[in-house]
Each structure stands twice: as structure tokens, then as C-alpha cells.
């Protein structure tokens, strides 16, 4: 499990670093968010919102990069963050959703679309499991988890973009744990 998470952190660093200076448009201000319902219960993240959208010309692929802090900016901090990942670039009316797979790169399927929730300062984090389908279901190793993760575009513009968004999450430290996340909606500049 570890080395997928380190695989999903290059592709994070791969899609910001692959962004041409020349591509980035700073965001209009606005009141930018991620809210959501963890558990039935309302979350709201409003700091530092972004949305990062890149081509990797080497694998084909579009890569959208979005989050946002809770109260501070910090790698423990809390966060909601997705990778949406196509073979076609996104545009309003896009829909991604798990177990679907968006692309093989080295023979190594990715999910179209990957939400991380790190609920409280300093804990572990909680990971969609659409990159992990091969080990869900009856008689597999997590057979009573589930992918379902499901990000959908209503509006994208030069500046911003909007959507909806659920998924059930587990704790990457402890399968057994999890959080469900419905009535999601994020309102994010792009970058």
C-alpha cells in the first residue's frame, strides 16, 4: 500500500510540475470551497482552494489536481484533495467515477478519479480505494470495502471550476476504518 501512495504523490508532483509557466492563470477572487458531509456531518475547507489542470504529453493523459485546507496551510494540516485523471481534456458535464479506469501507464491502471481526506491536524489520512480494485470484494483481501468515489464537473471556466463529489474513504493506517462523504460540492480556482 505504501508504494502506491508514494506512486499517487509523483503523479501529484508530476501534474504540478508539468505546468508551463505560460498556461497559469491566476484565479478572479472569490469565495472559493470544498464542503462536504464526512459521517452526516458538515465539513467546510476554504483555505487556499486551487485547482491544477495538466497533459502529460509522455502518457496522454489530462491530470485535474484540486484542494483545499480546512484553517492552516500544512502537509498534516486538515484537507480535502482529488486527482481526476481522463484521456480526454475535462469540460463541464464530465463525470469520473470509480472503479472505472481512466488509463494504464506501465501497466499500472490508475482510477479516474482519487479523493484523500485528512480529517484532524497530525492523523492519518483517509484514501478512496478505486487504484486498489483488484483487492475488493467478496473473498478478497478487503472484501468489505468499496470504491465508489464519484467526482462530477457542472462548470469549468478560464478561472474556476465547480462540481460534486462522494465517496466512501478509508484510513490508509487501518482498512477497517472509514468515512462516508456525500453532499459534496467544490467552488475552486484554477491555477
Not at 108 to 112: D, T
Given at each position: 500500500m505504501k508504494?502506491?501512495?508514494q506512486f499517487f504523490a509523483l503523479i501529484l508532483l508530476l501534474a504540478v510540475v508539468s505546468c508551463k509557466k505560460d498556461e497559469i492563470v491566476m484565479p478572479a477572487k472569490g469565495d472559493y470551497f470544498?464542503?462536504?458531509k464526512a459521517d452526516g456531518?458538515?465539513?467546510e475547507y476554504k483555505k487556499e482552494g486551487f485547482a491544477t489542470i495538466s497533459h502529460s504529453d509522455t502518457s496522454g493523459i489530462f491530470i485535474d489536481f484540486m484542494g483545499a485546507y480546512e484553517k492552516a496551510i500544512g502537509v498534516d494540516q486538515p484537507q480535502f484533495s482529488f486527482i481526476l485523471f481522463s484521456r480526454t481534456s475535462f469540460f463541464a458535464t464530465s463525470v469520473y467515477q470509480d472503479p472505472l479506469k481512466a488509463v494504464s501507464i506501465g501497466g499500472?491502471?490508475?482510477?479516474?478519479v482519487h479523493i484523500t481526506y485528512i480529517e484532524e491536524a497530525g492523523t492519518d489520512g483517509y484514501l478512496s480505494l478505486?487504484?486498489?480494485t483488484?483487492?475488493?470484494g467478496p473473498g478478497r483481501l478487503w472484501e468489505h470495502t468499496v470504491a465508489d468515489a464519484k467526482t462530477s464537473i457542472t462548470e469549468i471556466t478560464a478561472t474556476y471550476i465547480k462540481g460534486t463529489f462522494s465517496a466512501t474513504v478509508f484510513k490508509s493506517t487501518d482498512i477497517t476504518k472509514k468515512r462516508v462523504i456525500s453532499d459534496g460540492k467544490f467552488y475552486l480556482p484554477k491555477f
Open positions: 508504494k502506491k501512495l470544498i464542503s462536504f456531518v458538515q465539513k499500472v491502471k490508475h482510477p479516474q478505486g487504484g486498489f483488484e483487492l475488493i
